[in-house]
């Protein structure tokens, strides 16, 4: 499986970003897909999953209520809806794929990975 994660730039504070995630080789109809992200001189950490319904979705608390995670199985692409974006949101951003179906906020669920887009938000 290959990913390709894409829409990341600058923003200012408060702004909107949309990522994508497209993956090729495989369909990701069966599986978790979730977005990590990783700050400057940070671990890096669970943003959001959803499965492969699209049914159940999980977020990390720093960003609930202004990311939305969803997908388009018919076109093998995650997306991140993020909304109010703040300056501590600045990071680069993986989107992953979890074949297993379990413990979907941890790094180590997660079988492949994309090459991030970096997310740069100003003050």
């Known amino acids: 499986v290959q990913l390709q994660a894409s829409g990341g730039g600058l923003v200012q504070a408060g702004g909107s970003l949309r990522l994508s995630c497209a993956a090729s080789?495989?369909?990701?109809?069966?599986?978790?897909m979730g977005w990590f992200r990783q700050a400057p001189g940070k671990e890096r950490e669970f943003v959001a999953a959803i499965w492969w319904s699209g049914s159940s979705t999980y977020y990390a608390d720093s960003v609930k209520g202004r990311f939305t995670i969803s997908r388009d199985n018919a076109k093998n692409t995650v997306y991140l809806q993020m909304n109010s974006l703040r300056p501590e949101d600045t990071a680069v951003y993986y989107c992953a794929v979890n074949r297993r179906g379990i413990w979907p906020m941890l790094s180590r669920s997660y079988d492949y990975w994309g090459q991030g887009t970096l997310v740069t938000v100003s003050s």
């Open positions: 080789g495989r369909t990701l109809s069966n599986y978790i």
